[in-house]
C-alpha cells in the first residue's frame, strides 16, 4: 500500500489531492483514533493507496508513515517553490548539512529509486505542453519518515499550484506508481540503484540515467550539497548514509571531486560512469561482472551483444546467461558456460573498412560480449561467445557468414574455409599501368574504375592493367 499525505498549508498539495480523490477511486473512512490535524478523521482508501491530510507543511512531519496502515511507500503530494517556471519534480528527503528546512542535521531518510524512475516517467507523460519534468536533488526534509519516501511536486509558483491541469497531471502520475515496488528487485545481490554526486539542484544527467536506463536513482547530492556536507572524509557517516538510503552500491559522481572519490573508495562503493549504466542496461549483472573480468571494462570499451540481451533483457538470474550459470562458478550445464576467443582482426579490418556499421552489427548480434576501440566505434581483440555452442547462438558461423557478406560488397569471390576466408578480386596495378607508359593522375582512376584510355594514340584496356588478387584472412586470431 502506498500512502498519500495532504498538507492543508500547501495550496498545490490540497489542489492535486482533489484530482486524486476524483481520479483514484477512493472511498472515504473515517480513524477516531488519530486527531484531524495529524491524519485522522475522514481518510481516504482505494485498492492501492491511502490518502490522509495533515495541517502541517509535509516537511515537518516526522515518523508520517505511523499514521498509516503500514505502507511501502510515501507520497507526499507537494508544491515546488522556485524561479523554474511551470515544472513537475520529484525528489527524496534529508539533509546533506545543517537542517534548515526540516528534519535533522546531517540524516536522510529513505529514497524509493525504483519509484523514483517511475514517477519521473509517469510525469513526463502526464505533463502539460509548458511543464518541464526533473529529478530534483534531496535538499529538505523530513529525515525520519517510517518508510522510504519521496515528494511529487508541482512548480514552481502561484500560477502554477493553482493550475487544473499541472494538478491533475501530478495526481495521474502519482496514481500510476500503484504497484511499483520503492526498490528494484536483487541481482547479484546488489540493486540496479546508484546515487548521484554533483552537478545542479535540478539534476538533468540523473534524469536521464534514470529515465534512459534500467539503473534507477536515490539520493543526489548536488554541487551545493557537497558545500554543505564539507569534508567527504570527515563526513564518511553521512556519505554513507547516501548508499544506505539509497540501497545501492553505485555512485555517478558529476564534475571533479578526488576527495569525495576517495571517500567512496574507502567505504568499498563503486563508482560508476552513465556510459556504463547504459551499455548494462538490459545485461544480467553477473555477466556484467564476468565480462569485465575476463575481458576489459566497460569504459575501456566492452560492450555487450544481442543474444544476452535477447535472453536476459529482463534481468534474468537464473537461466540463460544470468546468475545460474558459468558465470558464477555455479557449475551449470555446458550449455551456459562461455568462453573467450579472439576475433579475427584483419577481417574485421577489412569488413569494417567496406561497412563499418554492418560489421559492428555483426559482431553484435553473434557474440554475448566484445571489445571494442575508438568509443565503441570499431572492433576489437576478443569476444565472450557460448563455450559449448547454443543451438540459436552459433556464434562462429553466424559471425563469419555476416562478415562474408559483407566482403562480397568489394571482392569477386568469397570463400569460407575451416581455418580461413579467401577472397578474391581483379584489382588494378599501378605498376601494370606505369609500364604500359600510362601517366599518373586522372588516367589512373579512369582505368581503377574500369574504363579505357588513350597513350600515345594507342588504347590502353582495363584489363590490360588490373590483376587477379587473393587475399587469405585467418580465423581465430592473431
Request: aromatic letters at 6%.
Amino acid at each position: 500500500m502506498i500512502g498519500i499525505v495532504e498538507s492543508r498549508a500547501d495550496e498545490a498539495s490540497e489542489h492535486v489531492c482533489e484530482h486524486l480523490r476524483r481520479l483514484g477511486s477512493f472511498e472515504a473512512r473515517t480513524d477516531p483514533d488519530r486527531a484531524n490535524a495529524e491524519g485522522g478523521g475522514t481518510y481516504h482508501r482505494s485498492d492501492a493507496f491511502e490518502l490522509r491530510s495533515f495541517d502541517a507543511l509535509h516537511l515537518e512531519l516526522d515518523r508520517v508513515a505511523d499514521a498509516f496502515d503500514d505502507p511501502d511507500l510515501i507520497v507526499f503530494a507537494s508544491r515546488h517553490s522556485g524561479d523554474t517556471g511551470p515544472l513537475l519534480s520529484a525528489h527524496p528527503t534529508g539533509n546533506f548539512g545543517d537542517a534548515e528546512y526540516g528534519g535533522a542535521d546531517r540524516s536522510l531518510a529513505r529514497a524509493p529509486p525504483n519509484a523514483l524512475a517511475a514517477v519521473i516517467e509517469a510525469l513526463a507523460e502526464h505533463a502539460p505542453e509548458a511543464y518541464d519534468v526533473s529529478l530534483e536533488c534531496t535538499h529538505h526534509g523530513p529525515t525520519d519518515v517510517g518508510a522510504p519516501s519521496m515528494f511529487v511536486e508541482l512548480g514552481s509558483g502561484p500560477e502554477q499550484w493553482a493550475d487544473p491541469a499541472g494538478a491533475e497531471a501530478v495526481a495521474r502520475a502519482i496514481l500510476d506508481v500503484a504497484g511499483v515496488a520503492a526498490d528494484a528487485p536483487l541481482e547479484n545481490d546488489i540493486r540496479r540503484h546508484v546515487v548521484g554526486f554533483g552537478g545542479n539542484h535540478y539534476a538533468p544527467r540523473f534524469t536521464r540515467i534514470a529515465r534512459e536506463t534500467d539503473w534507477a536513482v536515490g539520493h543526489v547530492v548536488a554541487d551545493w550539497s557537497l558545500d554543505e556536507l564539507g569534508s567527504p572524509a570527515a563526513n564518511a557517516d553521512v556519505v554513507e548514509q547516501a548508499f544506505a538510503q539509497s540501497a545501492a552500491d553505485c555512485a555517478v559522481v558529476e564534475g571533479s571531486h578526488p576527495a569525495l572519490e576517495s571517500a567512496i573508495a574507502d567505504l568499498d562503493f563503486r563508482i560508476v560512469g552513465e556510459t556504463w549504466l547504459r551499455e548494462t542496461a538490459g545485461v544480467p549483472l553477473a555477466l556484467v561482472e564476468t565480462a569485465e573480468d575476463r575481458l576489459v571494462g566497460v569504459e575501456d570499451g566492452l560492450r555487450f551483444g544481442d543474444p544476452v540481451r535477447e535472453r536476459g533483457g529482463e534481468r534474468a538470474t537464473a537461466s540463460g546467461y544470468g546468475a545460474g550459470s558459468e558465470l558464477t562458478g555455479s557449475g551449470e550445464p555446458a550449455s551456459t558456460r562461455l568462453a573467450v576467443v579472439d576475433l579475427p582482426t584483419d577481417l574485421l579490418d577489412v569488413a569494417a573498412g567496406i561497412d563499418r556499421e554492418a560489421t559492428m552489427a555483426a559482431i553484435d548480434e553473434a557474440c554475448v560480449a566484445y571489445e571494442t576501440t575508438e568509443a565503441g566505434n570499431r572492433p576489437g581483440d576478443r569476444a565472450l561467445v557460448p563455450g559449448d555452442g547454443l543451438p540459436d547462438h552459433d556464434v562462429p558461423q553466424r559471425l563469419l557468414g555476416s562478415l562474408a557478406a559483407i566482403l562480397r560488397e568489394r571482392f569477386d569471390s568469397i570463400t569460407v574455409e575451416a581455418d580461413r576466408i579467401v577472397a578474391e578480386e581483379t584489382a588494378f596495378d599501378p605498376a601494370l599501368a606505369i609500364e604500359a607508359g600510362v601517366p599518373e593522375g586522372p588516367a589512373f582512376g579512369k582505368l581503377s574504375a574500369g574504363e579505357p584510355v588513350a597513350v600515345d594514340g594507342e588504347t590502353v584496356a582495363p584489363e590490360d592493367v588490373h590483376e587477379r588478387r587473393r587475399v587469405e584472412f585467418p580465423l581465430g586470431g592473431e
